[in-house]
C-alpha cells in the first residue's frame, strides 16, 4: 500500500523558515510527479505546488500566493519529498499534505501542522 | 486562475437518500486532445487526509463504492450520491487539473 509520511511542522515566527518533509513507500516514487497541499484550519484544500519527475524534467511550479518563498525537491535516492519556505506569513497556518499525481491527487499523507505565530 | 464554485454550501440528506453536488468551473476544464474533462473529486471525513473519489469527471477511483457518480463537462459537473449512507458524511471538494494553478472548490459539508 502506497505510504506518504510528512514531518517538520512545527511552530515558527513571522519571518521565519522551515523544511517540510515527505516519505514515500511502496510505489516508484522517481516517476511520480508529486505535490504540497495546504489546508489553513478549518478551510479548504489550496494547492501550493507540485515537482514534475526527473524525466520529465524535473521542474517546479507554484501557487501565487507562496511563488518566491517556497521552494520545492525531491531525493529520489532517498524517496523523499521536501518543501523548503522561507518568509513565513501568518496565512502560512496549516496543516500541509504531500500527494501524488500530475493531475488528480492520490493518496495523501495524514498531513504535518505548521503555526506561524509570534 | 481558474476558479472553482461549489453548490450547495452544505445539504442534509436522509439516510438512503439521494445527495447532488454541484461544481462549476470559470473556464472550460475539456482538453481536446485526450477527449477528457480535467475535473476530480475528492472526500474529507473529520479528522482525515481527503481522499480521491473520482477522476475525468466521470471515472471511479479503484475502491470506491459505485453509490459515487460523476458527470458534466466542460464547466459544469455534478458529483451523486445515489443513497447516502452514514459513511459518507463529510465535505466534497471539486478540483481543477487543466491548467496550473490547479484549483479547489470552496467544499459542499454533507450530513445527515
Known amino acids: 500500500e502506497v505510504q506518504l509520511v510528512e514531518s517538520g511542522g512545527d511552530l515558527v515566527k513571522p519571518g521565519g523558515s522551515l523544511r517540510l518533509s515527505c516519505a514515500a513507500s511502496?510505489?516508484?516514487?522517481?516517476?511520480?510527479?508529486m505535490n504540497w497541499v495546504r489546508q489553513a484550519p478549518g478551510r479548504g484544500l489550496e494547492w501550493v505546488g507540485r515537482?514534475?519527475?526527473?524525466?520529465?524534467?524535473?521542474?517546479?511550479d507554484y501557487a501565487a500566493p507562496v511563488k518566491g518563498r517556497f521552494t520545492i525537491s525531491r531525493d529520489d535516492s532517498e524517496n523523499k519529498l521536501y518543501l523548503q519556505m522561507n518568509s513565513l506569513q501568518i496565512e502560512d497556518t496549516a496543516v500541509y499534505y504531500c500527494?501524488?499525481?500530475?493531475?488528480?491527487?492520490?493518496?495523501w499523507g495524514q498531513g504535518t501542522l505548521v503555526t506561524v505565530s509570534s | 486562475d481558474i476558479v472553482m464554485t461549489q453548490s450547495p454550501d452544505s445539504l442534509a440528506v436522509s439516510l438512503g437518500e439521494r445527495a447532488t453536488i454541484n461544481c462549476r468551473s470559470s473556464?472550460?476544464?475539456?482538453?481536446?486532445?485526450?477527449?477528457?474533462?480535467?475535473l476530480a473529486w475528492y472526500q474529507q471525513k473529520p479528522g482525515q487526509p481527503p481522499k480521491l473519489l473520482i477522476y475525468?469527471?466521470?471515472t471511479r477511483e479503484s475502491g470506491v463504492p459505485d453509490r459515487f457518480s460523476g458527470s458534466g463537462s466542460g464547466t459544469d459537473f455534478t458529483l451523486t450520491i445515489s443513497s447516502l449512507q452514514a459513511e459518507d458524511v463529510a465535505v466534497y471538494y471539486c478540483q481543477q487539473s487543466y491548467i496550473s494553478p490547479f484549483t479547489f472548490g470552496p467544499g459542499t459539508k454533507v450530513d445527515i
Open positions: 500527494t501524488n499525481g500530475s493531475s488528480w491527487f492520490g493518496p
Open positions: 475525468w469527471a466521470s
Open positions: 515537482i514534475k519527475s526527473k524525466t520529465e524534467g524535473g521542474s517546479a
Open positions: 473556464q472550460s476544464v475539456f482538453y481536446s486532445s485526450t477527449n477528457e474533462n480535467y
Open positions: 511502496e510505489f516508484i516514487f522517481s516517476n511520480a510527479w
